[in-house]
């Protein structure tokens, strides 16, 4: 996929108050400070489109960008260690799992892990309960240049092995690094495949 233009749509509160043009969906998603900015920045071939930052949970809302007018890429919150109440923890979590459950245009959520960490009980249980609402996903490791490629592929596999603890085969998996650019077309071809379907279907 060429992406030849990306405009910010918007930020909104509650799923019910997002684009309704029918475009196809995919959402980007991971515990807070995996480097969710970073990869949509490189994915895009943009320096600010999400801005990065050191301070974990700065995504409030779901943030909406209309991708070569075709598709739209949706940032979500991330989950997990974000500096905020325990009130506004739950609204996040309200948001993301109304987002993910009623969002009939949604098409994929891309997952984001941290190679370099061991799989926490959050991505776990993040994971375990998109299967068993059978939302379609994929899992994005980020981070690959801050190992030695031994460790990476070490640590990848010990997460994927822990998962399929609790599951018979694991999604498809992508390995990026934002900053060498690493898995940018596997993830656009992906995307592209996956937005032809969604048009495919319209069509019939």
């Known amino acids: 996929m060429d992406i030849q233009t ?4 918007g930020s909104f509160p509650t799923e019910s108050k997002c684009p309704t043009d029918n475009k196809p969906e995919i959402a980007f998603i991971g515990r807070s400070n995996v480097g969710k ?3 949509l920045n490189m994915l895009c071939n943009q320096k600010d489109l999400a801005k990065v930052s050191g301070t974990p949970g700065k995504t409030r809302q779901l943030n909406y960008f209309v991708i070569n007018e075709e598709w739209y890429l949706v940032d979500l919150p991330g989950y997990g260690f974000a500096k905020a109440s325990k009130k506004a923890k739950a609204n996040y979590e309200r948001m993301i799992e109304q987002y993910l459950l009623q969002r009939e245009t949604l098409m994929c959520a891309m997952v984001l892990l941290d190679c370099r960490h061991e799989l926490q009980s959050i991505d776990r249980e993040f994971i375990n309960w ?3 609402m059978h939302i379609p996903f994929v899992l994005v490791f980020t981070k690959l240049d801050k190992l030695k490629e031994s460790e990476t592929e070490a640590n990848m596999q010990r997460i994927k ?3 399929l603890e609790s599951w ?3 999604p498809e998996t992508f390995a990026t690094s934002a900053k060498k650019k690493k898995g940018r ?5 992906f995307v592209e495949s996956t937005i032809k379907t969604y048009q495919e279907r319209q069509v019939e």
Do not use: A, K, P
């Not at 990306?6 to 749509?9: D, E, G, L, N, P």
């Not at 077309?185 to 071809?189: A, F, P, R, T, Y």
């Open 6 to 9: 990306v405009y910010f749509v």
């Open 37 to 39: 900015s970073s990869l």
């Open 130 to 132: 998109l299967g068993s």
């Open 161 to 163: 092995d822990q998962l």
């Open 168 to 170: 018979h085969s694991l």
């Open 185 to 189: 077309d596997e993830i656009l071809n």
